[in-house]
């Protein structure tokens, strides 16, 4: 250590019980600190996922699912570093902004449907229509979605979102 180094340590550590207590206090916090980040980062995302369009409709399917559960963990793993999403506003998301609003989505199922997919090659796209409905059935939101992809490390990740609110017709 340098002298400015020892000088500051010694100043945070007047003596030896006020050093241990500091270790007590931040060493358990900082362990748990990076324990969150490596959960919702490093988790086991799947490999060896076929390159088809079926395999592209699934993913959305669990997506979906993982999105109704609120487990940005899940959804991490299926959308690429530099994925962006333009969301029902406008408004542009990095994957970070996206992962982290997902524990504060509102609550209810997301349903899909009218999906449509195309592979070719290591890209892909899926389209459909996502329907947010609450637990008595009531439709919250329609969302028509397109979102492209690419197969990295034996899997599909998203690179790209698109999301429109479907505005109900007026009868």
Same mark, same amino acid.
């Given at each position: 250590?340098?002298?400015?180094?020892?000088?500051?340590?010694?100043? $945070?550590c007047?003596?030896?019980n006020?050093?241990?207590?500091?270790?007590v206090?931040i060493?358990? $916090?900082l362990?748990?600190?990076?324990s969150?980040?490596?959960?919702?980062?490093?988790?086991?995302?799947?490999?060896?996922?076929?390159?088809?369009e079926?395999?592209?409709?699934?993913?959305?399917?669990?997506?979906?699912?993982?999105?109704?559960?609120?487990?940005a963990?899940?959804?991490?793993?299926?959308?690429a570093?530099?994925?962006?999403?333009?969301?029902?506003?406008?408004?542009?998301?990095?994957?970070?902004?996206?992962?982290?609003?997902?524990?504060?989505r509102?609550?209810?199922?997301n349903?899909?449907?009218?999906m449509?997919?195309h592979?070719?090659?290591?890209?892909?796209?899926?389209?459909?229509?996502?329907?947010?409905?609450d637990?008595?059935?009531k439709? $919250?939101?329609?969302?028509?979605?397109?979102?492209?992809?690419?197969?990295?490390?034996?899997?599909?990740q998203?690179?790209?979102?698109?999301?429109?609110?479907?505005?109900?017709?007026?009868?």
């Amino acid at each position: 250590m340098g002298s400015t180094q020892i000088l500051y340590f010694n100043r $945070l550590c007047i003596s030896r019980n006020s050093c241990h207590d500091l270790n007590v206090k931040i060493l358990p $916090l900082l362990i748990f600190s990076l324990s969150l980040a490596a959960a919702a980062y490093g988790a086991d995302c799947p490999r060896d996922q076929p390159k088809t369009e079926s395999a592209l409709i699934e993913l959305e399917q669990n997506w979906a699912a993982a999105l109704t559960r609120k487990d940005a963990r899940t959804v991490a793993c299926m959308v690429a570093d530099e994925f962006e999403e333009v969301d029902v506003d406008g408004s542009l998301h990095t994957r970070d902004q996206m992962l982290e609003h997902i524990p504060y989505r509102k609550p209810g199922v997301n349903q899909l449907s009218e999906m449509r997919a195309h592979v070719e090659g290591n890209c892909g796209f899926a389209r459909g229509l996502a329907t947010l409905v609450d637990a008595a059935g009531k439709v $919250l939101a329609r969302v028509r979605f397109t979102d492209v992809f690419t197969y990295r490390d034996g899997r599909w990740q998203a690179l790209a979102g698109h999301d429109s609110l479907l505005r109900e017709a007026s009868r």
